[in-house]
């Protein structure tokens, strides 16, 4: 089928140059495995999850049987006073893989929502406590938290935040990055060790500027995957833990990316060993089958949210939020068979370990190569940075991502970077071949 057989005058792509794109329809028909088919009949190799998502691959049977028992026994039911089966259990699993006392569940259906969604519940918590003044939100330079107002004002990607001025959140600051482009532009499956503490900046400016008392929340990526795939240095979750803890400042992870186990462990917060206040997830919750989201909050924000209606009366509602798709049973029952399925074959582990066969490869044949200033790897996924051409900054990477595609592999661009993050049940075989396309593209390029 050739792409002219497609009326594509309706529909407007994300995050995604369409006057390009019209010119060179990229059109998938089917997957399976590590695998796509093109419209014209090509197989390309899914080198990034389909963005960060098909942990457990494509087309896996267990998801798609419970998935339609699901549509044959309960096809939908409303979350607001009622709920469902699945939703239930999907929450019980999740809660029982989250670190320490994260225990509760909101659902949502997207990261975007659970950003959003955790920055609500962090104003209510306080506010239930009798601290509403506490209102100002602590983001990242170049973090990502979905495309909602509360999260890309907590961001702190410049292309996603200019056009929308004055709309974004006005109580809001930003922490320094956290890469160091000249002492650590090359890190290979391990945490940088840097000689500066980056987070004095918390405590002698941003904090005072503000006053801690302020503060209802810092939000963060363990792992900044968005942007490139930037790895915090040595000690740095812990260290911002303490600060939070000191100054009863809410600590927020996003895991939309880092969870379900991208690091070799279920959640990136169960790698750097450090307990947020609330989780947010999404993406491979539901191996990228049907859109799900959520936020696991700790067990002393609900008590306290709880706590603070003692007095009111049983149908009061304590927290004022919620979406229509909220716990969707064939969402929840995606996520019940995706669990079960990576648990089943051990897919965290395999991540783990194929992680370092791919940063291996990557970096043996790839480093070296002519405009690559840098690269990173950590878990499941590795990141080449190149340099930027003059004037025009993320086409070199942008380039090579077509010319990659067109030789059957699915590679990320992100601004000057190129990601690979390949499903769980990757072979030896899909990374070599995904690393030697990249290769000959970078040099071609």
């Known amino acids: 089928m050739a792409y002219n057989d497609f009326n594509m005058d309706n529909q407007w792509l994300p ?7 019209a010119k060179d329809p990229r059109i998938f028909v089917a997957a399976d495995g590590m695998h796509f088919t093109t419209h014209d009949g090509r197989q390309v190799i899914d080198g990034i999850s389909s963005l960060w ?3 457990a691959g494509h087309n896996r049977q267990p998801i798609n049987d419970a998935i339609k028992r699901q549509l044959d026994t309960l ?3 409303t979350a607001f006073s009622v709920s469902n089966d699945k939703a239930f259990r999907a929450a019980e699993m999740i809660a029982a893989m989250a670190p320490g006392d994260l225990n509760k569940v909101l659902f949502c259906n997207s990261g975007s929502e659970a950003a959003d ?3 609500k519940v962090a104003l209510a918590y306080h506010r239930a406590r009798g601290e509403g003044h506490r209102n100002i939100f602590i983001g990242r330079e170049r ?4 495309v909602g107002f509360g999260g890309m004002s907590v961001g702190g990607i410049p292309a996603n935040r200019k056009v929308y001025g004055t709309s974004l959140l006005p109580r809001v600051d930003h922490l320094r990055f956290i890469h160091d482009p000249v002492k650590h532009a090359f890190v290979q499956h391990q945490e940088p060790v840097w000689e500066e503490d980056i987070l004095l900046e918390l405590e002698n400016r941003i904090l005072p500027l503000h006053d801690p008392s302020n503060v209802a929340a810092v939000i963060v990526e363990p792992v900044a995957g968005s942007a490139g795939w930037y790895v915090p240095p040595k000690g740095y979750l812990k260290r911002l833990r303490e600060i939070c803890d000191k100054h009863g400042i809410l600590l927020i992870f996003d895991e939309v990316i880092t969870g379900f186990g991208r690091l070799g462990t279920a959640f990136g917060a169960d790698w750097y060993g450090v307990q947020p206040d609330m989780l947010n997830f999404a ?3 539901t191996n990228g089958v049907i859109p799900m989201g959520g936020v696991v909050c700790s067990q002393r924000i609900y008590d306290a949210m709880m706590g603070a209606h003692g007095n009111a009366p049983d149908h009061a509602i304590e927290f004022f939020h919620g979406y229509t798709y909220s716990g969707h049973p064939v969402a929840c029952a995606a996520a019940i068979a995706t669990l079960e399925l990576m648990q089943k074959e051990q897919l965290f582990a395999r991540a783990g370990q194929m992680g370092q066969v791919l940063s291996d490869a990557m970096f043996s044949a790839i480093k070296g190569l002519p405009n690559v200033i840098g690269m990173r790897s950590l878990g499941l996924a590795c990141a080449v940075e190149l340099a930027p051409q003059a004037g025009m900054p993320g086409k070199r990477a942008f380039d090579v991502f077509l010319d990659c595609f067109h030789r059957g592999v699915l590679v990320r661009n992100a601004g000057d970077n190129l990601v690979f993050a ?3 049940i990757v072979e030896r075989e899909h990374i070599e071949t995904m690393v030697s396309v990249l290769a ?5 390029v």
């Open 15 to 21: 995050f995604t140059p369409n006057r390009s794109f």
């Open 53 to 55: 998502c098909v942990g």
């Open 75 to 77: 096809d939908y039911a």
């Open 117 to 119: 969604t955790s920055m």
């Open 143 to 146: 973090g990502y938290h979905g």
């Open 283 to 285: 993406k491979c919750v």
């Open 422 to 424: 390949p499903p769980y």
């Open 440 to 444: 000959d593209a970078i040099k071609r």
